[in-house]
């Protein structure tokens, strides 16, 4: 892993710069009432974040060749929705976080509205990189990756993952109904990321089974790793508040599983995810250290 | 007027049915946590509303002979993110009001935490149904429809007009800026249903001249007839509070131009907006009543 960790810790240091420089050049500030709007926008897209899902587009849109700037697009397109829907969980009314990559929440360094009106530009300029040709001339490729990323970040995903995670709060959810819930809160999107790489590749869907189950170990494994994060984490290491899950009476794994149960099936699951790439050669290494990453972050 | 109307009150009364009927199935009510979500999305969006943008899809469609199931699919995808605006647009952040279509709003029926995502799910909807096959069996068109769509929606859209009417609490808007308001926060998705229409007729983008001056036109006399319903029209009729614009300060058109200039600026607007027409022969009269229409109505 030491070894492995030095191409990985290279490829998140220019994934940010890439992301960041994106942000920089689609949310240009213009000369009018919006200013506001876009600064908001900037504040939540650039600067910070792990860029997990940026990553796994390039990570898998290598194994077939892809144009690195088409991946840069899609990845841009898919950070647009976790980006908006992290602004949207600090809110208040869901949430009530004040600190999120070290920074105050957009509601906190702005206000309200212009952060829920923020997350909602952020949500639609998502699907306007997506069509423009720029990402990829074909146009079957093009609304592939809208039905996807649609998909994943809708009521039978994200957002209905969010809405399982609320209602936890009153509920007393069992391991498989918190696997589901996790499954669409964190997992569609982490899933979709390589999707989208294989869409670009123009991968045909049987041919899609090995990335899948990869993605899906990988999602599962990620928020694993992240109730161990809520319960054990550095509050200033993470840059935003910890210890929430226990706080609201929240079953997650860890509540479910134990501390030991919860890490050996962490573990568990990153091999499998390895596993699933068993027909891929070196080409696969960054998908295969990105699994592994999962469990070693601090943040 | 009179005679005329009565092809158009049919049609209303045809589009809110389809519409209804479209969304009670996209909205079916799943049978896990997610419940509550999905009775959000469907107060929303079932029973109420003009469906102006509907409305405009299937008279615009019609010019091409454009199969009606697909004209509904492209209509209920803009219909899904008006509702998600208003449902945001409703949240005591932005403009805080309790009633809307005759009915409490979602975050009052529910709770703003489910108003949020249950916006954020019919955002995400609108774009799944436009990727699905089913909306057109050509990719190009569709994907033309989804850029379209996002581009309506979001900073340079609807979402940046929401964003300079909030800003218009606070500072003195002239006519100039007001207009450059009303063109996106109502204008961008009214213009987008008309031009959704023509997609789907497959009309190259340089034989839209005509429907695109005359969506303008409605879409600005449609925003005038809002500013005088504000002013003088009758809450029950309405569905929803009125006097809002003159209790926040801010200009419309009314505060700028005065009553009776700017009904002679909308009079003005709908004879334009008719007169771009002149190419279409009596398929572009439900077209023509819609313009009319939009001086006419108390709701």
């Not at 209905?160 to 959810?173: I, N, P, Y």
């Amino acid at each position: 892993m030491a070894d492995a960790s030095l191409p990985l810790q290279a490829a998140l240091r220019d994934v940010a710069g890439e992301m960041d420089r994106m942000f920089d050049s689609l949310l240009a500030v213009p000369g009018d009432p919006r200013q506001g709007l876009y600064r908001a926008m900037r504040h939540a897209a650039i600067g910070g974040g792990k860029r997990l899902r940026p990553l796994l587009v390039f990570a898998t849109s290598r194994l077939f060749a892809v144009d690195r700037s088409r991946a840069a697009r899609v990845a841009a397109a898919l950070e647009a929705i976790h980006v908006y829907s992290l602004v949207h969980d600090d809110l208040p009314a869901m949430d009530d976080d004040d600190m999120r990559r070290g920074k105050p929440t957009v509601h906190k360094a702005f206000d309200e509205a212009t952060a829920i009106l923020a997350g909602d530009c952020l949500h639609a300029l998502a699907f306007e990189i997506l069509a423009d040709e720029a990402t990829h001339p074909d146009p079957f490729v093009r609304i592939e990756l809208v039905g996807a990323l649609a998909h994943a970040a809708g009521p039978s995903g994200m957002a209905g993952g969010q809405m399982m995670d609320l209602e936890a709060e009153k509920a007393s959810f069992d391991l498989n109904t918190v696997t589901r819930l996790q499954a669409m809160k964190t997992g569609a999107l982490i899933s979709c990321a390589v999707e989208c790489g294989a869409i670009l590749g123009k991968v045909p869907v049987e041919g899609r089974t090995g990335l899948r189950g990869y993605a899906r170990d990988v999602g599962l494994a990620f928020q694993i790793a992240d109730d161990i994060l809520d319960a054990e984490g550095d509050e200033a290491l993470a840059g935003k508040k910890l210890r929430k899950d226990d706080a609201q009476g929240k079953e997650t794994f860890l509540t479910l599983l134990g501390l030991d149960r919860a890490r050996a099936q962490a573990r568990l699951l990153v091999e499998q995810a390895v596993e699933h790439l068993h027909s891929y050669g070196p080409e696969a290494d960054l998908l295969r250290d990105i699994a592994r990453f999962t469990l070693d972050r601090d943040r």
